[in-house]
């Protein structure tokens, strides 16, 4: 829970100044002033008091228990004062100086040696050049923030701490609470997975909203996500998604920013709903904070335009909900309430010169109808429409109703009345449309997460001892790039089906093999320094008879010596031309942060020119490949087009799951490509014909 940081016994502000100009007086008086209720000490070398409370010149003077320190202070002298700490017996730690590894050189130095230390004494840290630590239910305020914000149930977490001053200065005119309320800082200690941690059971907390620059601990980060996630919806904004985005945040934080495919595939796969923007990031905490959980995807529309409802109804298409189709018993009665000219289906629009006594006819009856699982109230300034009056009668049908409503108040001038209404009784409330849809389908997504199967993890039996052997061996021989041969082997033990392929070293061996194959074969020159084999005309296809392959073998080497040189040739590989099918790409590439990311795709111009590429984090599971497989937007060349049958789904599935297994047993292995992987009609398989393994240098 790390109480020690949020709901301390007693704080130390070491740096606390009587100078009103310095950050240290800013943090004591946030401590005094906020309402905290536990003991403060303020450090400070040689003043008796400051801001009406006794000071001492040291933690370690302090004549009583000191649970939490914050420190404000240079940083050449953070290392003694944290040693104090530790022999004090401090449990917590808030570290708002900066000039540690954000600033590169010593800063660096200086922030290990720092982290060495609050580990021997066991102790917790945020920070440090952190803005500080705010908790509005034991009322502590530890940082320099100019405001404090109301008591909510939303927990805020971000590296940034000029982001949350934001946030919070924003919070204000929007009458939104926060239960906790951090700056992560260089999360030298505890990190964005401690918080989700500590935050997951909290009853405090009903969404936890995170901006990231970087991931300290991506297999924890998935693990606590995926636990926390099944109960409190986590919503995260990710900068640095850009290249210069990437470079602004190393020198920001010091984080490494990680790929996107890879933060793409954490966030989905650990159920933690992605915001694009600050402005989506709450919207959506809006509506998991102020209203009941969606338990379906049927959407209802009232409005008072008809344009508007149109470009909802749009857009709950696009979003994969679906307009409620009402009861016949609803269509009735509305049918008898409503002005004749209104349209009594989905969107109920009920006239632009509506007031709030028809709006609340058509949201109560929507409400009520067991076909709908959330309105969307949409409403425009007419001349005699009634804003507030609007707001009220959905305040009072929504008080005891276990359906979300959401609002659309298009307009500003003439509604603020309203909107400022909307805001105290917590009715979400969006100024277009659309951002009210889509904060719908973040708790459809929530919704759809939570009702998923714990999943399960297939093992293959597979020859792991000899793969060990094998990658052993190519170290020995100073390499990281496995031949062909070599790669196949690997394919093989882990139960892939490959053609038949065997070694010439002679062009008469070449003749050999190729008739006992059977005609037509491909050749390929062998050679563990060769790696675009294509690329020096190392590749020879539809050879048809012995003579066809002597001659193969002899222009193959041929081009490779002179191609290269250097090259260590093992010979030329004679192989079975398997029959043509439909082709896929499984590649691997490893995240410094996440670790092995497969991403599969169709071959050919599909990968080269569409980048139609899916990815996800491995492990994986079969429900997870099966998703993988079908967010390919060429997947219905897969399904079968122009009386095509359809592809063997489940053999390629298979495959994906064996290469999951295989980057999982083995996290040497830094690249791997299987391309092409053919795939056969339903029922006959799958095929690999190349395959690329690259191993950690």
Known sequence: MLEEIFAPQSVAVVGASPDPSRLGHRVLKNVIDNGY????????????????????????????????????????????????CGQKGVRGLVVITAGFKEVGGEGVKLEHQLVEIVQRYGMRMVGPNCLGVIDTVSDLNASFAALMPADGEIAFMSQSGAVCTAILDWSKEANIGFSRFVSLGNKSDVDEVALLQAWGNDPQNKVILAYLEGISDGPGFIQAAREVTKRTPVIAIKSGTTAAGTRAISSHT???????????????????????????????????????????????????????????????????????????????QLQATLPATANVYNPID???????????????????????????????????????????????????????IVASFMGAYSIKPALKLLNQYKIPNYEFPERAVSALEAMWQHRRWREQPAMTYARFDVDKAHVRELFAQVREAGRVELGEIEAREVMAAYGMRLPDSRLSRSPEEAAEIA??????????????DILHKSDIGGVRVGIADPQAASDSYELIAYRARKFSPNAR????????????????????????????????????????????????????????????????????????VRGEQTADLEAVEDIVLRVSQLVSDFPEIVEMDINPLVVYNRGEGVIVLDARIILQG
């Open 37 to 84: 209720k536990g003991r403060i000490y303020p450090i400070h070398p040689t003043a008796s008091a400051v801001l009406g409370q006794t000071a001492y010149p040291s933690v370690a003077a302090v004549p009583a228990d000191v649970e939490l320190a914050v420190l404000v202070i240079p940083p050449q002298h953070v290392l003694n004062v944290v040693e104090e």
């Open 254 to 332: 010091g984080s490494l920013a990680g790929s996107e495919s890879a933060y793409e595939s954490a966030f989905g796969q650990s159920g933690i709903i992605r915001a694009r923007t600050m402005e989506q990031l709450f919207d959506f905490a809006l509506v998991f904070a102020y209203q009941p959980l969606l338990t379906g995807s049927r959407i209802a529309i009232v409005t008072n335009a008809g344009g508007p409802g149109i470009i909802a109804t749009d857009a709950i298409e696009r979003a994969g909900l679906q307009m409620a189709e009402f009861t016949p018993a609803t269509i009735s």
């Open 350 to 404: 009920v006239i632009g010169d509506a007031k709030a006594d028809r709006y609340r006819i058509g949201i109560e009856a929507a409400l009520t109808d067991p076909n709908v699982d959330a309105v969307l109230v949409l409403f425009t300034p007419q001349a005699g429409s009634e804003a507030e009056a609007t707001v009220e009668a959905m305040a009072e049908l929504s008080a005891n109703q276990s359906k979300p």
């Open 515 to 528: 008739k006992e194959i059977g005609f037509p074969v491909v050749m390929k020159i062998s050679s563990p």
């Open 569 to 640: 040739i093992w010979g030329v590989l004679v192989q079975e031309m398997a029959r043509k099918g439909r082709e896929v790409l499984v590649g691997v590439s490893r995240d410094p942060q996440f670790g092995a990311l497969i991403g599969v795709g169709m071959g050919g111009i599909y990968v080269e020119v569409l980048k139609d590429v899916v990815f996800r984090l491995a492990p994986l599971s079969r429900e997870e490949v099966r998703e993988q497989l079908r967010a390919i937007r060429s997947f219905p060349l897969l399904q079968g």
